[in-house]
């Protein structure tokens, strides 16, 4: 608006100052240059005003994209950080998984082995079994029996089928049980022996030397270890002799049938397994 009034000032002033020179188409030509700037210059006003307000709101809109491009940069910082975290994690993870799997196939294996070393356990048992009651099928008819327990196999002797009556001298009978059982172990070189003595719970009575029934039974078991070491010729790193007196009863009832069966000589017969110890400690 100042522009204007003063372009209208300064016109006014060239035409008083000239009106006495100037001629009336002249005069109307001035006026006609002053009518068109006064329209410029109100064009201009106008342009300069929108420029104004243009340029404002675009300081507005760019002052809200940085804002904006500030918030989605922090996002992005937080998203970048918390992939970064997931991709650790999961190649933390499939790192776990490929060493649980490998430990998985290789407990497998060894189940496995462990597996088919049993199995041949239970083979080679059950075949000692059948051979060895078929060598002593003649003495079970006087109290010997032959059975698996625990992957074992049991040969039970009555006391009767070995001593005389309170005796730890091993009869003829039962020399010849146990001349008949020799044969069969003597093939066997991987069955290890323990040689149990079991008696009945009648306290012992008039044996001499012998004083209870834990002295009974473990001179009982040297007496048929050494019989078959020194007379049978088994290896005597294969056995063990060992008295249980009258601790672990067949029958534990208060008759004397029970105590019949508890007075016995039992030979435990176990396939070494060193492979399988070997494998289950590696």
């Given at each position: 608006m100042k522009v204007k009034y003063l372009l209208f000032a300064l016109l006014l002033s060239m035409t008083l100052h000239s009106c006495q020179i100037l001629s009336n188409k002249k005069y109307k030509a001035m006026l006609a240059q002053r009518d068109s700037l006064f329209t410029r210059t109100t064009n201009l006003e106008a342009q300069s005003s929108q420029l104004q307000s243009d340029t404002a709101r675009l300081h507005h809109e760019i002052a809200g994209l940085k804002s904006e491009l500030a918030d989605q940069r922090k996002s992005y910082n937080t998203l970048k950080g918390?992939?970064?975290?997931?991709?650790?994690?999961?190649?933390?993870?499939?790192?776990?998984?490929?060493?649980?799997?490998?430990?998985?196939?290789?407990?497998?294996?060894?189940?496995?082995?462990?597996?088919?070393?049993?199995?041949?356990?239970?083979?080679?048992?059950?075949?000692?079994k059948d051979k060895l009651q078929k060598a002593l099928l003649g003495f079970q008819q006087n109290g010997l029996t032959v059975d698996i327990r625990n992957g074992k196999v049991y040969v039970s002797l009555t006391d009767k089928l070995l001593f005389p009556s309170g005796s730890i001298v091993i009869d003829e009978r039962g020399k010849a049980a146990l001349k008949q059982l020799a044969e069969v172990l003597n093939k066997e070189p991987d069955i290890n022996m323990a040689v149990e003595g079991?008696?009945?719970?009648?306290?012992?009575?008039?044996?001499?030397?012998?004083?209870?029934?834990?002295?009974?039974?473990?001179?009982?078991a040297t007496s048929v270890t050494r019989y078959l070491t020194e007379v049978e010729k088994i290896d005597p790193h294969r056995l063990t002799a060992t008295g249980k007196s009258q601790y672990q009863p067949i029958d534990p009832a208060d008759n004397n049938d029970a105590r019949t069966k508890n007075r016995r000589i039992e030979i435990v017969l176990s396939p070494k397994l060193d492979e399988l110890y070997n494998l289950i400690t590696k």
């Open positions: 918390n992939y970064d975290a997931l991709n650790s994690n999961l190649t933390s993870t499939n790192s776990k998984m490929d060493q649980l799997s490998s430990d998985l196939k290789k407990r497998e294996e060894r189940l496995k082995e462990v597996e088919d070393i049993l199995r041949k356990r239970d083979e080679a048992t059950n075949a000692l079991h008696t009945d719970d009648k306290k012992v009575i008039n044996l001499g030397q012998i004083k209870d029934n834990w002295d009974l039974s473990v001179l009982r």
